[in-house]
Every structure is written in structure tokens, then in C-alpha cells.
Nanobody
């Protein structure tokens, strides 16, 4: 029902910045939580950031807190992830996701209902 398309990934040097975007289509309403996850080689998909339906609540793991910022523009059906002070360990495929039937995000992959195809972020040493 919901189609998600990520963009904005690429190659950046250690300490650089990137801004990811996730455009949603197939649903007119925005009263649901959204999140960003990433999956690095040899690792499980992990939570990066979450945002409530109206953007008032944002959530981050310690690994990215203070460096990453999630935001959303419901008029554009788009969620963003601003990534600053990037490190080589941030290298991964980044996915956006929608948690349906809920206005607040969780950190668990299993709690999300729709996923994008991902965008590659590579941080060189």
C-alpha cells in the first residue's frame, strides 16, 4: 500500500555530511510513525532514528545521537535524515520505514510495516 523511495546516499569522507530523503506514496494520510534503519555488511539491520507522526518526538540510539537528525514534512510525504560527523562505521545501506497503525516509533525492525529499497552510504577513512 505504501511505497517508499530513499535517496541522497553516496560516498563521503570521514567527518562529512549527507542528507537522506525518503518519499512516500500510496497513502494520503501521515498520521503514522516513521523511522530510519541501516544494515552494514555482516550485521543485522539496526535502528538509526525514529519520528512521531507530527514530528514532535524524535528518537536515536547512542551510536548516532548528536550527529544525526530526523525530520519530516507531512505536506510532502517525506522524511529526512541529516547525518553529520560521519564515521567509517556509519557505512551501510540505509532504509526508511513506516510503522502503520501507530503514531510513535519503536526501535524494532519487526514493528515496521513498509520498507524502502535502501540507499548506500559509504564513509571513507
Amino acid at each position: 500500500q505504501v511505497q517508499l523511495v530513499e535517496s541522497g546516499g553516496g560516498l563521503v569522507q570521514d567527518g562529512g555530511s549527507l542528507r537522506l530523503s525518503c518519499a512516500a506514496s500510496g497513502r494520503t494520510g501521515s498520521r503514522y510513525a516513521m523511522g530510519w534503519f541501516r544494515q552494514a555488511p555482516g550485521k543485522e539491520r539496526e535502528f538509526v532514528a525514529g519520528i512521531s507522526w507530527n514530528g514532535a518526538g524524535t528518537y536515536y540510539p547512542d551510536s548516532v545521537k548528536g550527529r544525526f537528525t530526523i525530520s519530516r514534512d507531512n505536506a510532502k510525504n517525506t522524511v529526512y535524515l541529516q547525518m553529520n560527523s560521519l564515521k567509517p562505521e556509519d557505512t551501510a545501506v540505509y532504509y526508511c520505514a513506516v510503522r502503520d497503525r501507530s503514531t510513535y516509533p519503536t526501535m524494532a525492525v519487526r514493528d515496521y510495516d513498509y520498507w524502502g529499497q535502501g540507499t548506500q552510504v559509504t564513509v571513507s577513512p
